[in-house]
């Protein structure tokens, strides 16, 4: 199941709008926040919607800005699967950039997940 979240995707939270328990802001000048900017998120995430059917069965899908995110982080710092989810839950830049409201100190996903992500990209 897929639920279409462009009104929520494409809306770019600002640096100072994400949540940091521990005080602070993101800077608007990290490398994520300028590249968060840049990905086409709303195109992607048309063409990542058509790949599931129209149903209400079964479990929720990892939104596209987390799935294509995640490809991102992995390729630009040449991770593993479970090195790049570890990243993310250990660095707010990263888990701004794959489009959470504020940080969170556990995973978004598992990292078997990646799997899906990679086959699903090479499609397109």
């Known amino acids: 199941m897929y639920e279409f979240l462009s009104h929520r995707e494409n809306q770019l939270l600002l640096p100072n709008d994400f ?6 802001k993101l800077s608007k000048e990290n490398r994520w926040v300028k590249l968060a ?3 086409p998120w709303a195109y992607a995430e ?3 919607a058509k790949s599931f059917r129209k149903s209400f069965r079964g479990q929720k899908a990892v939104s596209i800005r987390v799935a294509l995110g995640a490809l991102i982080i992995q390729e630009r710092l040449q991770l593993s699967d479970r ?5 993310i839950v250990e660095n707010p830049y990263l888990q701004y950039f794959i ?3 504020g940080y969170q100190d556990h995973p978004p ?3 078997s997940l990646m799997t899906h992500f990679r086959v699903w990209a090479s499609k397109f």
């Open 83 to 87: 090195e790049t989810v570890q990243q």
């Open 19 to 24: 949540f940091l328990p521990f005080g602070g």
């Open 99 to 101: 489009g959470l409201e």
């Open 109 to 111: 996903f598992h990292s």
């Open 37 to 39: 900017r840049l990905v």
């Open 46 to 48: 048309k063409k990542y």
